[in-house]
Nanobody, 122 residues
């Protein structure tokens, strides 16, 4: 699976962005999909995950109520809708694909996109 993330940018606090992740390959719906982020000087952290079918989603506590994650298996896309962005959301955001169920653990992911920068100014 190859992954291509897009949609990042520079926004002001309180704004919204939607990140997209386009996947290639014939077995997209076999993968749990996740979004992670990494800020400068910090470790990569889990943001959200979505199950194979899209029926189950999980979000980090820090983004619950502000972010949603979804997928469209028909077009092999995963989305991260981000609202009410805060300066602390500034990071490079990565989408990733996993054949395992430990959606929160970056070490369980098999494929990674290149990342897209999100910068939130105060």
């Amino acid at each position: 699976v190859q992954l291509q993330a897009s949609g990042g940018g520079l926004v002001q606090a309180g704004a919204s962005l939607r990140l997209s992740c386009a996947a290639s390959g014939s077995t997209f719906n076999n993968y749990v999909m996740g979004w992670f982020r990494q800020a400068p000087g910090k470790e990569r952290e889990f943001v959200g995950g979505v199950s194979f079918s899209g029926s189950n989603t999980w979000l980090a506590d820090s983004v619950k109520g502000r972010f949603t994650i979804s997928r469209d298996n028909g077009v092999k896309m995963v989305y991260l809708q981000m609202s009410n962005l805060k300066p602390e959301d500034t990071a490079v955001y990565y989408c990733a694909a996993s054949l395992r169920v430990e959606y929160w653990d970056s070490r369980r992911y098999d494929y990674w996109g290149q990342g897209t920068q999100v910068t939130v100014s105060s």
